[in-house]
Structures are given as structure tokens and as C-alpha cells.
């Protein structure tokens, strides 16, 4: 039998009143947590970036195959070529192809196809989920529970961001194939979102339907 090499594994002792507080602390700061749809120029330093982006690298996967990349836009020329072919996506969308039900469900978030602040942000993290290549990305090997372990690394990506004091907005213009062109991804990598980071506009606001979130009695049960 192979030989896998195992190395030790501990944690800072915590006792339970310092875990309780460090869970409410983080609750109530992660919470503080919106969808931003109005950003300012003004920039966020890239340090923050990499920080972030090496956190979400962090995130638990399918075999440990890390099925994930964060192609990072900041090139205006770049920003305007994904604004122009998500809002000629999202007029689709908007004028006929989504449902009836869809825009309803929308409406209380007060979307449209006008998406600013893909070039009024300082930052735009497009991930793409590797459908193969293994740890070693090479274009081949299987990779498992793939939107998942993205999904995870998308989650604590938010987060690192948000504990930097940066704006967020998870954009999914629908469908997103152009994205793999303009980023020069391979084939195999598919465009799951567009993360924009910045920091919110002055006369920002959110609806306040955004503030409805489900309760703890209500999302959880207790077995
Ligand atoms: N992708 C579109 C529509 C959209 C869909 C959902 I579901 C949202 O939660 C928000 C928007 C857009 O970006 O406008």
C-alpha cells in the first residue's frame, strides 16, 4: 500500500466563552454584509485583493483538487469590453428571455440591464470553475463536486473582502460564456460569477427587502 504523509493538527485552545464570543463577533460583523450595486472609483489596494483571493484558495474541495480560478480584471479596457457583453446579455434577459415569474421575483432588488459599475469599480474578480485538471491543472484529470467547492471559495472570498471593508456584488450575467474569451481562460473553465469589489458610492443604497434575512429558527433545525 502507497504511503500518504500525515502532519499534525491542532488549534489555539478556545475556552467556550471566548468561542461564543468569537462566533457573535464574527455573526454580527458578516452580517453587516450587503449587495452593493453602486460603487465609487475610488480604489482598493491590491494587497487586499491578493489576501482575499488566497483566503478563498483556502476553502475545502472535491479531492483537494482546488477546482478554482480568480482571474482579476482592473484593465478599463478590459472592465468596458465585460460591461458592453453583459449588459448586451442582460437586455436579452431583461426584454424577453427571462419568465414572468423571474422579473417579479426581481423586482423588490430594483435590477435592470444597466450595470455601471462594471467599470466604476475598482476591481472585478471573475471566477471560473476548472470542470478538470487535478491539482496539478493539467487540462485532464477529473475534478469532483466542482460548484461546490467554487461556491465555498466564492463564500469565504465575501467574507475576506467584507472584514477588509470592501464593497461587494455577486454579478451572473446569464449566459456567461464571453467572459472565458475576454479573461483568455481555456475551454475547460467555466465562468461561474463576477465578484465586484470596491467601495460603495455616496449616495449609495440597498432595497431594504435585502435586510429580510430568514431567521435562525427558520433555517435551522435541531436533531
Ligand atoms: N443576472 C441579472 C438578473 C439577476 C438575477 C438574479 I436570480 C439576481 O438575484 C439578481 C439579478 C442581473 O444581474 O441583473
Known sequence: MQEHERVSYSLPALDPEASIANARAFSARIRQRRTCRYF??????????????????????????????????????????????????ERAFYESKASEEWLKALAPLGTDADKPFLEAAPWL???????????????????????????IACG?????????G???????????????????????????????VGHPAENATVPSYALR???????????
Open 213 to 223: 434575512k430568514k431567521p435562525l429558527e427558520q433555517i435551522a433545525s435541531w436533531l
Open 156 to 164: 469565504l472570498l465575501l467574507a475576506a473582502l467584507h472584514e477588509a
Open 166 to 196: 470592501c464593497a461587494t456584488l455577486t454579478h451572473t450575467p446569464s449566459p456567461m460564456g464571453f467572459l472565458r474569451e475576454i479573461c483568455d481562460r481555456p475551454e475547460y473553465e467555466k465562468p461561474l460569477m463576477v465578484v465586484v
Open 40 to 89: 465609487s472609483e475610488e480604489p482598493v489596494p491590491r494587497e487586499v485583493i491578493e489576501a482575499a483571493i488566497e483566503a478563498a484558495g483556502s476553502a475545502p474541495s472535491g479531492a483537494n483538487h482546488q477546482p478554482w480560478h480568480f482571474a482579476v480584471v482592473s484593465s478599463p479596457d478590459k472592465k468596458r469590453a465585460i460591461r458592453e457583453a453583459a449588459e448586451a446579455e
Open 125 to 151: 474578480i471573475v471566477v471560473f470553475a476548472q470542470r478538470k485538471g487535478g491539482i496539478d491543472e493539467d487540462g485532464e484529470t477529473r475534478n469532483y463536486y466542482v460548484t461546490e467547492s467554487v461556491g
